[in-house]
């Protein structure tokens, strides 16, 4: 039960920081004249690759404080958990950046990363507390979702930079904030 405590205080600032950063990525993406797959492809690669960094000085500070080594066997075990259903989507990521020219492929590529964004967390969640695993679900089902409104051109968002920001962006913001507002505080002595 510490444990899961412990998880869930260090996620709070993971979770607001990533929100942040996707969150940003989308106007940057929008208002910049990016207009082909291999610009948004390279344009989130960064956005992932920042806030990827961001979280690993956030882990490693955390980690120090507590005086706990870094990589340690549960971490390892989350890094295990998610790496397969990353590496998929960096995959075809790859592929579209090197075989379209569409930006409109975007969408359905924002909506593929969005499942298996998921599919890692829920599979990352089995090592954390039952909040990460719903998560992942959300994403996964947001990904179902949506690719309907793929189709004959009534989809929701235009641009599939805003997609991203507001998907990746604004769940893990949301998640952050709702982490941080219901973690019981220590009584002050």
Request: net charge positive.
């Amino acid at each position: 039960m510490e444990r899961s405590a412990i998880y869930r205080r260090a996620l709070a600032p993971i979770m607001i920081y990533c929100g942040v950063v996707g969150i940003l990525g989308g106007p940057v993406g929008g208002l910049l004249p990016i207009d082909s797959a291999r610009g948004f492809v390279l344009l989130w690669a960064v956005v992932a690759g920042v806030a990827l960094g961001g979280t690993f000085l956030l882990v490693r500070r955390q980690a120090l404080k507590a005086a706990e080594p870094f990589w340690s066997p549960p971490t390892r075990r989350v890094t295990q958990a998610l790496f397969p259903a990353l590496v998929v989507g960096a995959f075809f990521g790859l592929i579209l950046a090197f075989y379209s020219a569409d930006l409109n492929v975007c969408s359905l590529l924002a909506l593929l990363w969005c499942i298996l964004f998921g599919l890692a967390i829920n599979a990352a969640g089995f090592f954390m507390p039952r909040g990460l695993k719903l998560f992942g679900w959300w994403f996964i089902l947001i990904g179902f979702l949506l690719v309907p409104n793929l189709g004959a051109g009534k989809f929701i968002i235009n641009s599939p930079h805003w997609l991203m920001a507001g998907v990746f962006g604004g769940s893990h913001l949301a998640y952050g904030v709702y982490l941080y507002f219901t973690e019981p505080r220590r009584n002050a002595s």
